[in-house]
């Protein structure tokens, strides 16, 4: 079974990586000619312009899980049946990979699904506008026939019409579609101008308008012919010889606004309604049903948006149940406030954007963090309460700062809460600020014992409209830091029959980071002198090669600060090894200075000094007591790089503390070190 599941997952990440674009007009002439070119998961791009004619009318997916679409939305990309045909015809099984979207479908005229017919098909159909087709029996927009569930996403579906049943949307033979977000209106038929779902048939109506659609039988809006749900629908101003909803099996609905049908809100034929949460005209027995004007913005002009103040807003239900079986659960995306509201169209409260940007920083500096904020056009504000959150005990906050900002001069007072870690601010006094901007500057002092990912978290603002507006708040951080430097790197010579190692966590200086977090580069100026870099350590090879290139280090820590240098490498014939102090054995050259620690520490009478060469030079090691007196030199005189020792025998001094000091004329350096008899 793993085998299959992975096999499976190749095969659709394979087929997703081939897919391809197919584009009409200008690879193939008709949309047609575009799917019958085209293989699963494909897309059929469809430039703007109007579409007509043989290829373009009646057009069939041929079951293929394909993306028909346009470029640009339906407003530039018109499919125009000329009264001769539907616009598209699924029969071949289809299922929701097979997308149409982002057409205008006019003019179609066929017995069943003026613009489309499905049947056995469930396509994704969304994001079209569906207009004056005719259906000569049923749908006269979308027909739905044996056992098609599409889903009808997002269109527009006006002014279309069937002689018979359905002039928006039909469904038949235990179609179940799920239809939401569209906006079905003005359409008709003798039987249901809006949507008609017949016997053995519970589509799902979400987040529809239906509105000023006309039947003369069975319901101007709705026709619900089994179980069906309506979640959140507007369904006003529809003409129906029954009403706004018809019912022939039982309906549930939640959340909608029923309102303004002619010459009933309902009707029904051996049918039942159970409505919740509902604000339905002339009142229904259920719970949260209420029966107010909706305030809807402008209805007369087919606005059915709420206003801020509309009994409608957070009214509704987040999820119901049926004894143990859960029938919806709106997600927290859909709705704006404490819980959903009445209606297709959710109050979404303006939003007041708060921003605080992201810093980075070298401690023991002062630093300005702007507090900016962005109202929504018309709306103003008198005064402000912030609480900040996150920097306490690491920053020193100072003052508030209004000074060039929106807030001009207002009066500010802040208090730092220590028991809840919080910076309370609030603003008054001022005159009355809009627009966008910044609010206010907060002044901190970063302290030398700051490091790292600092937050300013904005805990809360609460704004003084006097409208109705939320804050959307978006954090930001500190990031102090010391950035690395390159050191103890120097010019380098190496022989070219042996290679050359750099140990790069040695090089760099960071007060911040340890060396094995950071990530380094080396580049060399030219291609004779080959380097690879492995658990940060750099090895060089010029193999048959002798000269000088320069040689470009970059680190970076994990902040993002760098710091680079460039020095010059050497490369020379072999070494001469009469000197046995340099380790040629493995081909390790030091590429810097370095006076080691002696061993054995303390010592007696004997201990061996290392030291190494990054290149040949003349070296002194000295040694000193602790009044500052040289009582012996050790080493004096030129050495070749590479890795010594020299051994100091101190039979003859005393016990106490001495120190070891190496010069060259690149670097001098001193140990200390112990005498013990």
Known sequence: MKFLICLLSLVMAVGSSLAKTILVPEEKSTIQAGINSASTLDTVLVADGTYAGSGNRD???????????????????????????????????????SVLEGFTIKNGNDSRGGAVLCEGA?????????????????????ACFNSSSPRIISNIIHQNSAAYQGGGIYCWDNSSPYISKNRISENSAQYTGGVRANTYCSPTLIYNVISEN?????????????????INNTIVKNIGGDGGVYCYGSVLMVNSIVRDNEPAQFAFNSGSLAAIYSNIQDGWTGTGNIDLDPLFVSPDNGNFNLQMDSPCVDKGVVSYSEG????????????????PDMGALEYFRPVVYVSIPDFKSLPDEMLDVPVSVQFPEDYTCSSVELALSGFSGILDFLYVESTNS??????????????DNLLKIAMAGAENISGQGTLLWLKFYIPETASGFIPFVLDSVVFNTGQDARAELRSGSLTANYPPTISNLQNFEFCNTKTC?????????????????????????????????????????????????????????????????????????????????????????????????????????????????????????????????????????????????????????????????????????????????
Not at 69 to 82: A, H, L, R, W, Y
Not at 515 to 523: A, K, L
């Open 59 to 97: 057009i069939d997916f041929k079951g293929k899980a394909i993306v028909v679409k346009s470029e640009n939305g339906p407003e530039f990309t018109v499919i125009d049946c000329q009264h001769n045909g539907r616009g598209f015809h699924f029969k071949t099984n289809e299922d929701n990979m």
């Open 122 to 142: 469930s396509p994704t159909i969304q994001n079209n506008i569906i207009t004056q087709n005719h259906a000569q029996n049923h749908g006269g927009g979308i």
């Open 214 to 230: 006309e039947g003369e039988y069975s319901g101007g809006g709705v026709s619900m012919g089994d179980d069906g749900i309506l």
């Open 324 to 339: 143990n079986t859960t029938l919806f659960t709106l997600s927290a995306d859909d709705y704006d406030g404490t819980a």
């Open 406 to 419: 929106l807030a001009g001069d207002a009066s500010w007072t802040y208090q730092y809460n220590e028991t």
């Open 501 to 677: 190692r750099m140990n790069l966590d040695t090089c760099v200086t960071d007060l911040n980071d340890a060396p094995e977090t950071m990530n380094w580069q080396v580049t060399v100026a030219d291609g004779n002198i080959e380097v690879e870099i492995t658990n940060r350590v750099a090895i060089f090879e010029a193999p048959d090669w002798c000269g000088t290139c320069a040689v470009q280090f970059i680190v970076n820590d994990p902040h993002g600060e760098s710091d680079s240098l460039t020095v010059t490498a050497t490369v020379s014939d072999p070494f001469d090894d009469d000197d046995t102090s340099i380790n040629q054995a493995d081909g390790k050259i030091p590429f810097h200075y370095e006076l080691s620690q002696n061993h054995p520490n303390p010592f007696n009478p004997a201990t061996t000094i290392p030291y190494q060469v990054a290149k040949a030079t003349d070296v002194k090691i000295s040694l000193y007591n602790v009044k500052g007196e040289k009582i012996a030199v050790l080493v004096d005189g030129k050495k070749q790089a590479g890795y010594h020792t020299v051994t100091w025998d101190a039979s003859l001094c005393a016990s106490g503390i001495y120190f070891i000091k190496m010069d060259t004329p690149e670097y001098s350096h001193m140990k200390r070190c112990m005498l013990v008899k």
